[in-house]
């Protein structure tokens, strides 16, 4: 929901020729706004489907979700290809989403953003298992907690318990 509510504030803003809703094959078209149906590739006949790499290529922005955005590696999209890596709602990522994407189309120098809050709703994980192993919290929050991101190392000095 996440990635059909940011293509709709960017719809104004951006031509159907720069940008691109990728959206994942078996997602139901009636769950999809006419705005987010007009940026994807739809056929009547199959439902959503992937552009051709040459394509692809073309637009200087791709919306998708974290699991749609790690397969354009599968499509052979070149890592750095795009000038930045935008993850909205990174408060609410599993961290092997999220890194799923930066492995796919990270490159040295390229502009990665993680926007979120991970203090409104954090990742959803089922299992006794993963909470167990850290998969409960995002990697936003992991991010946070490390002393760089700590409020006195702005400053420069010692993060407290150091």
Same mark, same amino acid.
């Given at each position: ?21 990728? &959206? !994942? ?6 769950? /999809? ?9 739809? +056929? =009547? *006949? ?21 699991? &749609? !955005? ?6 052979? /999209? ?9 993850? +909205? =709602? *990174? ?72």
């Amino acid at each position: 929901m996440a990635a059909d509510l940011l293509l709709e504030r960017l719809s104004s803003h951006l031509p159907k020729s720069e940008m691109l809703r990728f &959206m !994942a094959w078996n997602r139901a078209p009636n769950q /999809v706004s006419s705005v987010n149906k007009s940026y994807a590739r739809y +056929d =009547e *006949a199959v439902g959503f489907v992937q552009p051709r790499l040459e394509d692809l290529l073309k637009f200087k922005v791709v919306v998708a979700s974290c699991s &749609m !955005a790690a397969k354009l590696y599968n499509l052979g /999209v070149p890592r750095g290809h795009f000038d930045a890596v935008f993850i +909205d =709602e *990174a408060g609410q990522a599993l961290e092997p989403e999220a890194v799923a994407v930066f492995t796919a189309l990270y490159h040295t120098g390229q502009l990665v953003v993680l926007a979120g809050d991970h203090k409104q709703l954090g990742p959803m994980v089922r299992s006794d298992i993963a909470n167990r192993y850290g998969l409960g919290t995002s990697f936003l929050e992991r991010l946070g907690a490390r002393p760089l991101y700590l409020p006195n190392a702005a400053a420069g000095a010692a993060p407290s318990g150091a």
